[in-house]
């Protein structure tokens, strides 16, 4: 549970400083378009090469090794994106290398957007078989974001400059973390290769395939725009740290107490509610 907890933190804190990149954007004199390709694109990207991963880490002995390997991939392209803007000619023709930075957040989401499904797998299959919940360690993540948000708003309170680079630090220390979680095997090692497609069949998967798929384009166009509209607003880099702090405290209790709400409450259920206050909250 040790190991598990320390890689929902520090993953998270990472997401927790991801807060900031459409702010970042944003300084470096990218258009409104230009972030919405950077932040689409490598989506896209994500979502085609998704169920490989998936697939694959059904198939392996340890999905931790997977899982180390997936974030280290995600670190190394982060590492350069910084490289791409030379922050001593911002505002200047030529001052951001924008197709190079496609490329490497398309990289990145190759290899990042499957770091946190198979890390949920691991702690699911692991708490489940010693008879705890997964809640609470999920909510440790939370912790971790919000911290992250606090984190790199006043590491970063004059200049994002280094944004990325402070990214691909805390996702290399949750790739060596990754090395050290419980040893849990793919569902089909050893045994019978099952198609992905299969869960096609199911009904209730296709209605789960739809929730997440309404839910992943409401908080996508969130995460796209956000920093950048609190940079219109006037809002210091401290200011928009503190608000996506709060923004996410109520997570905590939620995920706390989560397997006593799914006594009186199925899972489909809580995803259902959970979307619909997504998709029908005002702006």
Known sequence: MGTLSAFYIVYFIYMGFSTFASRYFAQIG????????LTSV???VAMCF????????????????LLAALTAGSGVSFLLV????DFTRLGQAGATKFWPLLALLMLNCFFGQSVMPNATSIAIEYTQSIGKSYGPIRMLGTVGYQ??????????????????TWQALAIFAAALIALTLPRVGGHQYGGEKISPLRVLKEKRCR???????IGTCTSMFY?????????QMGLS?????????????????????????????????CITNGGSSTVNCPS
């Open 42 to 44: 490598p989506a896209l």
């Open 237 to 269: 880099n401290t200011m928009t740290s503190v608000i996506t702090w709060i923004s996410v405290a109520l997570e905590i209790p939620m995920l706390y107490f989560a397997q006593r709400m799914m006594r009186w409450r199925s899972i489909i259920h």
């Open 30 to 37: 990218l258009s409104e378009s230009q972030i919405g390709v």
């Open 50 to 65: 998704m169920p490989m991963w998936g697939a694959l880490a059904d198939r392996v002995r340890l999905k931790k090794l």
């Open 207 to 213: 209605f789960l395939l739809a929730m997440v798929f």
């Open 82 to 85: 910084d490289a791409c803007t």
């Open 223 to 231: 995460q796209s725009f956000f920093g950048a509209f609190t940079q």
């Open 147 to 164: 911290a992250g948000a606090l984190l790199i708003g006043l590491i970063c309170a004059h200049s994002l400059r280094y944004l990325y």
